[in-house]
């Protein structure tokens, strides 16, 4: 009886492992002017019984989680989404994570689209055979009318989207299509052109089933040869180093380095150097990739010392990646930069 209970009390008590959530590298869809920064993203760690572990945004997340062992719901989201709107894609990832005591879990999120959308090209002739009538596109959580002059994509919930039309009181289904997540169809609407008030034709463009639009950053230079597709995330560039006139994007975190430590909030001392971070919140040194800020106008424009709210914004810099720059990985001889608005 004593052996047995001596041996209990020797267990540990509420055995612990440790949760770490990243969002993956080079999976960020190419639609990257509709796709919002991670740091705002809504994120919820849950147990297995439902209990919130953390609710809040991504950025101000902690870098570790250290929970009891069990199973854990990790859920992302860009923003809240339940009733039809327009512009609002909502991007997203749900992983469920296996915590064991003693280990560290990583769980990466690779967002994709969660809802889907239609966006309606009117033709002249429709709106000359019908130009009182009014356009909506409807589903199970409710509507939107699409005027004649609308060009912005409705966004719904996966499911049936009816396009309807309403004439002089009388209501029509003109077209009716279940939605996938992911799936942003584009409608021609039009007539058959026999009469003026004949059949009507709702035709999918095929070629127009995803949305592809391009982004416009603001900052130093002037875009030639800026590709934001190429560009390597903070931990994807300490694996490239040597590599010349490449684009690296990550956040502002902090800068004053020395050999030993680096200050991640002002006031700064030093114009010559930055830190990036795959997060806005870091606070962690071995984290970050140094950045320096040779003399000119990147050092003028971007030294923490005379432009300290810089700290936090994302950033895409064109230099040489190299190894080692006040004891972590960094980036020299930055010849572009653009600053995401």
Same mark, same amino acid.
């Given at each position: 009886?004593?052996?047995?209970?001596?041996?209990?009390?020797?267990? $540990?008590?509420?055995?612990?492992?440790?949760?770490?959530?990243?969002?993956?590298?080079?999976?960020?869809?190419?639609?990257?002017?509709?796709?919002?920064?991670?740091?705002?993203?809504?994120?919820?760690?849950?147990?297995?019984?439902?209990?919130?572990?953390?609710?809040?945004?991504?950025?101000?997340?902690?870098?570790?989680?250290?929970?009891?062992?069990?199973?854990?719901?990790?859920?992302?989201?860009?923003?809240?989404?339940?009733?039809?709107?327009?512009?609002?894609?909502?991007? %997203?990832?749900?992983?469920?994570?296996?915590?064991?005591?003693?280990?560290?879990?990583?769980?990466?999120?690779?967002?994709?689209?969660?809802?889907?959308?239609?966006?309606?090209?009117?033709?002249?002739?429709?709106?000359?055979?019908?130009? %009182?009538?009014?356009?909506?596109?409807?589903?199970?959580?409710?509507?939107?009318?699409?005027?004649?002059?609308?060009?912005?994509?409705?966004?719904?919930?996966?499911?049936?989207?009816?396009?309807?039309?309403?004439?002089?009181?009388?209501?029509?289904?003109?077209?009716?299509?279940?939605?996938?997540?992911?799936?942003?169809?584009?409608?021609?609407?039009?007539?058959?052109?026999?009469?003026?008030?004949?059949?009507?034709?709702?035709?999918?463009?095929?070629?127009?089933?995803?949305?592809?639009?391009?982004?416009? @950053?603001?900052?130093?230079?002037?875009?030639?040869?800026?590709?934001?597709?190429?560009?390597?995330?903070?931990?994807?560039?300490?694996?490239?180093? %040597?590599?010349?006139?490449?684009?690296?994007?990550?956040?502002?975190?902090?800068?004053?380095?020395?050999?030993?430590?680096?200050?991640?909030? $002002?006031?700064?001392?030093?114009?010559?150097?930055?830190?990036?971070?795959?997060?806005?919140?870091?606070?962690?040194?071995?984290?970050?990739?140094?950045?320096?800020?040779?003399?000119?106008?990147?050092?003028?424009?971007?030294?923490?010392?005379?432009?300290?709210?810089? @700290?936090?914004?994302?950033?895409?810099?064109?230099?040489?990646?190299?190894?080692?720059?006040?004891?972590?990985? %960094? @980036?020299?001889?930055?010849?572009?930069?653009?600053?995401?608005?």
């Amino acid at each position: 009886m004593m052996s047995a209970s001596c041996e209990a009390l020797m267990q $540990p008590f509420g055995r612990q492992g440790i949760l770490q959530i990243r969002f993956a590298d080079g999976t960020l869809p190419s639609t990257r002017a509709a796709f919002p920064d991670t740091n705002d993203f809504l994120l919820t760690v849950s147990d297995s019984k439902g209990k919130i572990i953390y609710e809040g945004t991504y950025g101000a997340s902690q870098e570790s989680f250290t929970l009891d062992e069990g199973t854990y719901t990790v859920n992302a989201r860009s923003c809240e989404f339940s009733a039809p709107l327009f512009d609002s894609p909502q991007w %997203g990832d749900t992983q469920v994570a296996s915590v064991k005591a003693g280990k560290t879990t990583v769980v990466t999120l690779a967002c994709v689209q969660l809802n889907s959308g239609i966006r309606l090209r009117i033709a002249s002739t429709f709106i000359t055979a019908y130009p %009182g009538a009014t356009l909506f596109l409807k589903s199970a959580a409710g509507k939107l009318m699409y005027g004649y002059k609308e060009t912005r994509i409705a966004y719904f919930q996966p499911g049936t989207v009816n396009l309807e039309m309403n004439d002089g009181g009388v209501e029509t289904t003109l077209f009716s299509r279940r939605l996938e997540p992911q799936q942003v169809l584009t409608l021609g609407v039009n007539v058959d052109g026999k009469s003026s008030r004949n059949g009507i034709v709702v035709q999918v463009d095929t070629t127009r089933n995803w949305t592809k639009e391009d982004i416009t @950053v603001g900052g130093g230079g002037d875009n030639a040869g800026f590709d934001m597709e190429k560009a390597y995330s903070v931990s994807e560039a300490k694996s490239h180093a %040597g590599e010349e006139d490449v684009w690296v994007y990550g956040y502002i975190v902090g800068g004053d380095l020395s050999s030993s430590k680096c200050s991640f909030s $002002p006031p700064f001392s030093s114009r010559t150097n930055l830190v990036l971070a795959t997060k806005s919140s870091c606070k962690d040194k071995s984290l970050c990739m140094s950045v320096q800020l040779a003399k000119g106008n990147v050092r003028d424009n971007l030294n923490l010392v005379d432009h300290p709210s810089l @700290v936090g914004r994302q950033i895409f810099i064109k230099g040489t990646i190299v190894e080692a720059y006040y004891g972590i990985p %960094g @980036v020299q001889n930055i010849s572009e930069y653009q600053l995401k608005e």
